[in-house]
């Protein structure tokens, strides 16, 4: 590679100081989402024209990285876009809008209705579900609280899945639910089990905590010892433990204890979700800011780092992978993001929606389950809205640095609370915190922050 | 003179260095499949 037929383009390439050493700069590339580390020198060499003061080794991992061209070379391709061809891979189930807890922040504002979807209703979303082009079609059974559907409801729902799986053994159909916990029984386990069903609990963190936020409807009483005999029961019954937490201000601050209290109780993985500002996350005491969401990831980062936590922890996986490769596995951190194109949600009377965060907004309804067909759902003008917000054309995200890195993540939130979701992401000052944060962590301590992409047991027994 | 960067796929393979979840082989994955593909 001559460097005569390198070229670097300082309009296309963004150079970001580091936080703590004026000598290093990380170079970006914005449109294919590539970055590298360069000392001053290399800055310089670059800056004026002097390639071929750089070593053919360097030069090369800058080309491999996009940061120079080489007219002779194919360059690196960016995240992939999915526009055109829409597959769901994920349907989600909202079973009920009623819940027995009354959490603070609940998105979804659960327990106004006392609603269920009818068995009949889920059958036809299981049959929809299948229509999609995806191989494997998850089924995720959601809420409100999901299991107020009944060990009967359950084990009918069941029972036509299997019937599903008969009919078309080209398709790889999995189970999960999503629940509080509080309401699991051997009886509920002993289906679940039998049915292969992935479950994850949801938890904020110790009773001091948890059961401020996450307290039963009734009464206000105290849920967490409840969830905490849900993970004995699940443990019981060889059940997957995972856990989904959300991050409040009532546990950005101490989320490190919150990591440490989960991996203790022995969740395998965990997703620390930022508390959303709708439903009765709006306007209530639980939000916080981008910055506070961004120190409390920053608190695990570093326990997982330094091996004190055996959990896998998402997003901290997400984030790193789509720093370190092009692809794009993660629905809600692309461009275009998964809405109406990865998945689709039913509500409990079968109305179909673009993801679940906008269920129950009839504006938002893509058709039901009974009288359309999948295709029909997405090629609506409302499905194609979703898959045409693309990074590029968001006012605000075109001009970033970070864009091809977070995919301005996530329109339905966008929308519902700024009512226009060609706006960005509302977690936009966390990702330019974030991404730079991890990019200098990989170069402090590449091992360490490396092995936060996988799970330390696979570490430990030499996979 | 320095430069320094990673890629998943040029580092590793990345079937060597699986960076998603994947229930069946991996445990849990505590966001339901959002990060699976076809």
Redesign the interface.
Do not use: C
């Given at each position: 590679m001559h460097p005569d037929t390198l070229q670097f383009r300082p309009e296309q390439i963004a150079a970001v100081p580091f936080s703590k050493r004026p000598d290093r700069w990380i170079l970006v590339n914005p449109t294919v989402a590539s970055w590298v580390i360069v000392d001053q020198e290399a800055l310089d060499c670059l800056r004026g024209g002097a390639i071929n003061k750089i070593s053919v080794k360097q030069r090369e991992l800058l080309v491999r990285n996009s940061i120079i061209t080489s007219s002779t070379s194919n360059h690196r391709e960016g995240p992939a876009s999915h526009i055109m061809s829409p597959a769901p891979h994920l349907a989600v189930f909202h079973v009920t809008d009623n819940c027995n807890l009354a959490c603070k922040y609940c998105y979804a504002d659960a327990g106004r209705e006392f609603n269920l979807m009818s068995i009949e209703t889920a059958k036809a979303g299981i049959d929809f579900a299948i229509q999609s082009r995806s191989r494997r079609i998850n089924l995720l059974l959601h809420g409100g609280e999901p299991l107020l559907c009944g060990a009967e409801w359950l084990e009918e729902f069941c029972k036509h899945v299997k019937r599903a799986r008969k009919n078309h053994p080209e398709k790889d159909i999995r189970l999960r639910m999503q629940t509080n916990g509080t309401l699991l029984t051997d009886d509920y386990c002993r289906i679940l089990a039998a049915n292969g069903f992935h479950v994850s609990l949801s938890l904020d963190g110790p009773k001091d905590i948890n059961d401020k936020v996450r307290p039963f409807r009734v009464g206000g009483d105290s849920s967490t010892d409840k969830v905490i005999n849900a993970v004995r029961l699940l443990k019981k019954y060889n059940l997957s433990r995972a856990a989904i937490s959300t991050v409040t201000s009532y546990n950005h601050y101490r989320l490190d204890e919150v990591a440490l209290f989960l991996d203790k109780l022995g969740f395998s993985a965990v997703k620390f979700n930022c508390v959303y500002g709708i439903g009765r996350g709006a306007g209530s005491d639980c939000l916080i800011t981008p910055q506070q969401y961004f120190n409390a990831i920053k608190k695990v980062v570093q326990l997982r780092m330094d091996d004190r936590i055996k959990m896998m922890v998402a997003p901290i996986n997400y984030l790193l992978q789509n720093l370190l490769d092009p692809e794009r596995r993660y629905m809600c951190m692309k461009s275009p993001c998964g809405a109406s194109n990865n998945v689709l949600s039913f509500d409990a009377e079968g109305k179909v929606y673009p993801c679940d965060d906008l269920l129950n907004t009839a504006a938002f309804s893509l058709g039901d389950v009974f009288t359309c067909t999948m295709d029909e759902v997405l090629r609506s003008n409302l499905s194609r809205k979703f898959r045409e917000r693309v990074v590029n054309r968001i006012t605000g995200c075109k001009t970033c640095v970070w864009r091809a890195f977070c995919g301005s993540c996530c329109p339905a939130q966008v929308l519902l609370t700024k009512g226009d979701m060609m706006r960005p992401s509302n977690l936009c000052e966390y990702y330019k915190r974030i991404f730079p944060y991890l990019i200098e962590s990989l170069y402090n301590e590449k091992i360490k922050t490396l092995k936060l992409l996988i799970r330390r047991d696979k570490l430990e027994s030499g996979d | 003179?320095?430069?320094?960067?990673?890629?998943?796929?040029?580092m590793l393979g990345?079937e060597d260095?699986?960076?998603?979840?994947d229930?069946?082989n991996?445990?849990?994955?505590?966001?339901?499949?959002?990060?699976?593909?076809?």
């Open positions: - | 003179m320095e430069i320094f960067g990673l890629r998943l796929r040029a990345s260095w699986d960076v998603s979840f229930p069946d991996d445990g849990p994955d505590p966001d339901h499949g959002h990060d699976t593909e076809d």
